[in-house]
C-alpha cells in the first residue's frame, strides 16, 4: 500500500514541505501520493497504510480553520491507528500550533511518527534536505 501527503496551504511553503515529504519517501523505494486537501475526501485516507498530513500555523498559531480543520476533523476519526506525520510552516511566533497540534493527535491516541515537522517560512536547501530524510524514516518504518 502507497503512502497519501495530502495538506493545505496558504502561501506555497508548505505545499514545498509537502513535495519534499513526497520526494523522500519515494527515494526510499516506496509508493506515495501527492494531494491537497480539495482532491482528498475523508474516506481517500482508508485507501493508504500511512498518511502524512500537513498545515501552515494561521491566526493566533492554530490550524487554518475555513477549509483544513473541517477537512481534518473529518479525517481524524478514521485514522485510527494509522502512522501519521505532521507538517507544516510558520511565519511568527515559535511555531507553537505544532504543539498544540500534536497534543491533539496523542489526546486522541493517535499514531503520531516522532515530532511534527515545522519550519519558519520557506524550507531552506538544508532544511528540506531534512524534510526528506524525515520522510524516508517514516516511509521505512
Not at 509508493?31 to 498530513?53: G, T
Not at 501519521?84 to 493527535?105: A, P
Amino acid at each position: 500500500m502507497a503512502i497519501l501527503v495530502v495538506y493545505w496551504t496558504g502561501t506555497g511553503n508548505t505545499e514545498v514541505m509537502a513535495k519534499n515529504i513526497y520526494d523522500g519517501i519515494i527515494a526510499a523505494g516506496v509508493e506515495a501520493d501527492l494531494k491537497q486537501i480539495d482532491d482528498c475526501l475523508a474516506d481517500d485516507i482508508l485507501n493508504y497504510e500511512k498518511v502524512a498530513i500537513g498545515c501552515p500555523s494561521m491566526g493566533i498559531e492554530e490550524l487554518e480553520p475555513e477549509e483544513f480543520l473541517p477537512w481534518y476533523e473529518e479525517v481524524e476519526p478514521i485514522l485510527g491507528d494509522m502512522p501519521l506525520l505532521l507538517f507544516g510552516s510558520y511565519g511568527w511566533g515559535e511555531g507553537e500550533w505544532m504543539d498544540y497540534w500534536e497534543e491533539r493527535v496523542h489526546d486522541l491516541g493517535l499514531n503520531l511518527f516522532e515530532k511534527g515537522i515545522k519550519i519558519a517560512s520557506m524550507p531552506s536547501r538544508k532544511e528540506s534536505e531534512e524534510i526528506k530524510e524525515i520522510a524516508k524514516r517514516f516511509a521505512q518504518s
